[in-house]
């Protein structure tokens, strides 16, 4: 399978913790993960925030007052995908140990989640939309060597 070009800029704030967050993101596994999500050439930028940076953008741009784990800022795609990936560190960590994963398992699936929604995946339109997105990332978390992300939610 040859993958897509990828022009990667990995930023991380400053916070308590940070480097627990940069030990779980190595920067050619971060690549490694968003080129199996890419069906386009891409620039992507994967910045790691702090609850107070997360819950602002969120607040700004999604109009919800709270940090989530992951904001998709696409600026266009294609031909080539440009978009912003921000992770709020603290989100991710509480998630993660809520699921019994891993950082760097949770990081991955919501890098390939956010890579989806660069190249116009959306989860939101209809249930149909969301099966088959959570399908695809399935595909390729597993394709990564990774577990079925939605499985312990797809068996409730």
Known sequence: MALNQLTLSLQFARFDGVAAHRAALPRHKVARWIRHALAVDAE?????????????????????????????????????????????????????????????AHYAHLLVHGTLHAQGWDHET?????REMEAYETDILCELGYDDPYADANAA
């Open 44 to 104: 992507i930028t994967v910045r790691i925030v702090d609850a107070e940076e997360g819950q602002s953008l969120n607040r700004t741009y999604r109009h919800k007052d709270y940090a989530t784990n992951v904001l998709t800022f696409d600026y266009q795609q294609e031909p080539v995908a440009v978009a912003d990936l921000v992770l709020c560190a603290p989100v991710v960590a509480q998630e993660a140990a809520a699921l019994g994963k891993t950082l760097e």
């Open 126 to 130: 209809s249930d149909e939309d969301a």
